[in-house]
């Protein structure tokens, strides 16, 4: 096999192997089993030796994450990233790790995340996350209850105020993210929502009920990303990473200029150009859901309809295959959940998605998918487009 060059540039990279961990309800596992099952699975579905890996991408997992991390796969990486920017984490290092390839100092590389969130408030190991912290800026804001959960919920109240999205709308996000839940078998919750279920349920942080708020769950997921020399010895055919981008906003409300608007608008806006591709050419779209409200405005800001258009736009259903695999409100949602959107988009091209399978109007699998991930409180985004071509 070829070795790194950094005379190499401008290589295609491909994702050539992806897997989930045992995901829902994993009482009897650590995070870091979760993250060597599914590294495991990903390498066997690559068709590739584990010894072509050179790099290592991973987050939220002891002191010095990738180090420990690749220390318990048996992995020695020339190449790491532990960028962290909470849900948007995957698509920023799957960004990172193609432009690494592509320049040729790497040649293959794991991004790789476990956690077992609701086995450890189950046991006691932990408690439910109020605030992300007090310190630095945070510390303007968390005495007076700003929460993660009311941040979105403040930001949906605007978007409500500003362009009459209603309750009914942001309801019927968390409706559908369980029909497509229905028909996976890997999905935590697959019992059919209604709208009035939706908003009758216990309030959490108004407009937010229980329901407009993702599930907690265990679970990992790994994806394998590889320059295209490898593609010839993978088993799976390529799924190619087509255009990427990334962006900040803020971290405090008071300097977020507006509610309405995400860091996918910028993130989404650059991964298109860079693609080639417009988002009317897109299949489906793979979008980080903590809140019903964060699927409604990431459409929006990546173009799939204009400002303030989200709600009757999530209305028309089927216009555009969205969170096939139920989503974090219904599939699952173990913390950082972007990497679970690359293996979901990557399923879809390659016609192997467990549950619902998008087809195109002439009965061909999809061409073209994007993965959107938002984290922390809409302050950062990463947005992956991947092609099957």
Known sequence: ?????????????????????????????????????????????????????????????????????AEYLGLRPRWVDSTAVGGATWEVMAAHAADAIAAGHANA??????????????????????????????????????????????AARRHMHEYGTTLEQ??????????NAALNPEAMFREPITVDEVLDGPMI???????????????????????????????????????TGEHVSHTTMSQWEDFTV?????????AFERAGVRPEEIDLAEIYDAFTYMTLVTLEDLGFCAKGEGGPFIEEKGRLPVNTDGGGLSAC??????????????????????????????????????ASGTGGWFCSSGTVVLGRG
């Open 333 to 370: 949602h173990p913390g950082m959940r972007g990497l679970f959107l690359l293996v979901e988009a990557v399923r879809q091209l390659r016609g192997e998605a467990p549950g619902l399978q998008v087809r195109r109007a002439d009965g061909s699998l999809p061409e073209l998918a994007v």
């Open 109 to 154: 590389v794991l991004l790789v995340y476990g956690s077992t969130a609701r086995a450890d408030i189950k046991a006691r190991r932990r408690t439910a996350n109020l605030s992300f912290g007090a310190r630095g800026p945070l510390q303007f804001e968390v005495p007076h209850g700003h929460t993660l959960i009311a941040k979105y919920a403040m």
């Open 205 to 243: 942080a108004d407009p937010f009920t229980k329901l407009h708020c993702c599930i907690r769950s265990d679970g990992g997921a790994a994806v394998l990303l590889a320059a295209e020399e490898y593609v010839p010895d993978t088993a799976k055919a390529p799924v190619w990473i087509l255009g």
């Open 262 to 270: 995400s860091p996918a608008a910028v993130s989404g806006r650059l």
């Open 1 to 69: 096999m070829p070795t790194t060059s950094r005379n190499r540039a401008g290589r295609r990279v491909a994702v050539v192997g992806i897997s989930l961990s045992d995901c829902g309800r994993v009482d009897e596992a650590t995070p870091y089993t979760l993250h060597a099952q599914a590294a495991r699975r990903a390498l066997a579905d690559s068709g590739l030796d584990r010894s072509v890996i050179d790099g290592l991408a991973s987050a939220g997992l002891g002191t010095l994450a990738p180090v420990e991390v």
């Open 170 to 179: 942001l309801a019927e996000v968390a409706v559908q993210a369980r029909a």
